[in-house]
Each structure stands twice: as C-alpha cells, then as structure tokens.
C-alpha cells in the first residue's frame, strides 16, 4: 500500500501570500494518479486538481499541481480568505489512499 | 447539476450493521463512464476510501474493511448502498458517497470529482 506523508502539518499564512503544499509518496507514482482536495469546515471534500496538474472543472487558476516520482506540490498563489481550510492529496492508482491533510490557516 | 445525498441511520450500537444509501439525482447512474464510490472521516481525522462499484455491480474495496463491507447497486432507483457489518466505536464517521472523474482522453481517473454531503454515522452503546 503507498503511504502519502504530507508536510507541513500546518501552514500559517496572510491573504495574498502564496502557500507550498507537499505530497511525498513512499514510493513512485505515475503522476496520472494523484489528485489534491480542498475541505473547508463542515463541508465535503472539493477536488482541486487531477492527474498531478489537472485543474478539476471550475477550478481557479490560482490552484496549480506540480510534480513527478514520489514528490508532489500544490500551490496557490494569492491566498482568498476562502483559500484557508484543510487540503488533502491522494493516490488513486492503486490503493485509493489519503494523505493526513496540511491545514492552511490565517496567521 | 448531478446531486448525491446519503441516508441511513445515524446511531448504531457496537455489532449492529451500518446501511447507508447514496441516491443520485441530476444524472445517471448506470453511465460505463464512472464508479461510485464511499469515503469515510472519523471527527477530527483524515479521509478513508472504503470502496466503489460500478453500474453493473463490479466492486473493489479497501483491504482494511474488505471482510465487513458490502457495496451494491440498484440502478432502476439511481441508488447505491453501503452495508457495513460487525460496526465498533472506531467506525465512528462522517461517511460520504462520491463519484470517480472517470476516463478522459483514454486515461482513467479514478479521484472523487461529485461528493454527496456526508452523512454522521455514530456507533455508541
């Protein structure tokens, strides 16, 4: 089974900052098979970003996906205030595994 | 707009079966295009897939619940069920229906694009 290890645990940033999130697997995944979600409190998840760098439908553009191998990275340049919430990534290749989340909060 | 909401119990006592139903409105369900599927999130804890199904009734689950779970699918009401057998405290969860992305330009998806609500699932006795 491919374990995700997300980092940072948390992420304490201003509106308009730009936020690094990682996503390291335990071992090599096809990039087709990573995907990236956004849950804001109370609600379901919201798929972000699929295939590594695909942004899901209505998407905005300042979510982008990036990486290959084990190493993975969402990015969101200028944090909204609706930007600050919990975000996980995920396998979906083989094992349909979660990472534990990087939860991104106002500083 | 294709809806999923789930139904079921929510308080179950430790041993009891877990049924959920997630109905889908707003689209189809028996599509070749997609699996649908259940994900759980114990309070104040991650994401856990549990398992999927396509519309002809082909299933795959997660190992860690395998040997309790059951997923069916009624296509004539554009419902698919959960059942859960043998429920203790740690199945305590949000427990939410999806469905996969899919396949586009001959590679296949399989993250959660559609998500129901989610529905509290307490096992207490």
């Known amino acids: 089974e491919i374990v995700l290890t997300q980092s940072p645990g948390t992420l304490s940033l201003s509106p308009g900052e730009r936020a690094t999130l990682s996503c390291r697997a335990s071992?090599?995944?096809?990039?087709?098979?990573i995907g990236w979600y956004q849950q804001a409190p109370g609600q379901a998840p919201r798929l972000l970003i699929y295939g590594a760098s695909k942004r899901a439908t209505g998407i905005p553009d300042r979510f982008s996906g990036s990486g290959s191998g084990t190493d993975f990275t969402l990015s969101i340049t200028r944090l909204e205030p609706e930007d600050f919430a919990v975000y996980y990534c995920?396998?979906?290749?083989?094992?349909?595994?979660f990472g534990q989340g990087t939860k991104v909060e106002i500083k | 707009q294709l809806r999923l909401r789930e139904s079921g119990p929510g308080l179950l006592k430790p041993s009891e079966t877990l049924s959920l139903t997630c109905t889908v409105s707003g689209g189809t369900i028996d599509s070749s295009s997609y699996f649908w599927g259940w994900i759980r999130q114990p309070p104040g804890k991650g994401l856990e897939w549990i398992g999927s199904?396509?519309?002809?009734?082909?299933?795959y689950y997660n190992t860690s619940v395998k040997s309790r779970v059951t997923i069916s699918v009624d296509t004539s009401k554009r419902e698919f069920s959960l059942n859960l057998n043998s429920v203790t405290a740690a199945d305590t969860a949000v427990y939410y229906c999806?469905?996969?992305?899919?396949?586009?330009?001959?590679?296949?998806?399989?993250?959660?694009?559609?998500w129901g609500q989610g529905t509290w699932v307490t096992v207490s006795s």
């Open positions: 071992q090599n995944v096809r990039s087709d098979f």
């Open positions: 995920q396998e979906y290749g083989t094992s349909q595994t």
């Open positions: 999806a469905r996969h992305l899919g396949c586009i330009n001959g590679v296949c998806y399989d993250a959660f694009d559609v």
């Open positions: 199904i396509f519309y002809n009734g082909v299933t």
